[in-house]
DNA sequence: ATCGAGATTACA
DNA sequence: GTAATCTCGATC
């Protein structure tokens, strides 16, 4: 199988995150040992005018590899204890990627392990800071085409945690599969109505 | 050199 | 509801 390509990655967030839904994120650590999970819940953050996007700060020793090329992750480190990671979209100098959010287990994880939510698949895939601005196309670490997911399957929400971002906050850039079990958070369920 | 905040998670 | 715990980036 063939990894998807910088070209997969080089266009807008928003379609990346989209198109990501269903595709199969591939780590092989340092033992040889291959986890490969299916990428069930995404969040596109579009670039420097995105106040909920790390980019918004600029050009920082951070944020370097999101104004890079495409088809790079970008792993950054949160509240002392988390890994979120991020595939690098968009054309060079548009500090733009995509959050991976939920895979639903594939290959080579303990049935126990949860990988729903953006720090948890991290340590489940063992995807740490030594995998930042690393490209998607090595034997370490890349992406495989899965199954397409059916627009019908798609929902959309405002990204989690962003609410310092304003009206960027409530832009609906988060994507998951509905029927997926592996989604990290859902809707408020609606009111039943009274019996 | 120091300080505040954070794209989260686990547990009371 | 809140504690845990480290890195980055801003400020002094």
Redesign the pocket.
Known sequence: MTPLPPSFYARPALVVARELLGTLLVVRDAQGVRRVGRIVET?A?IGEHDL????A??L?????V?FGPAGRA?V???????C?F?VVTDEPGVGA???I??VEPVEGLEAEV?T????????ALGLT?TH?RMELETDALHLLPGEAVAESRVERGP????D??GEWAQKPFRLWVGDSQHV??RPAPRARKRP
Do not use: Q, W
């Not at 909920?52 to 980019?55: D, L, R, S, T």
């Not at 990204?159 to 962003?162: A, D, H, K, N």
């Open positions: 969040e953050y909920a996007c790390h980019a700060k600029g920082t020793a951070r944020t370097e999101m970008y950054y480190f949160i509240y002392g204890m988390h979120c991020n990627a995509v959050l959010r939920a949860r729903d939510g953006p720090g948890r698949l991290c340590k800071l930042n990204r989690i945690g962003v310092y971002a990290s958070r």
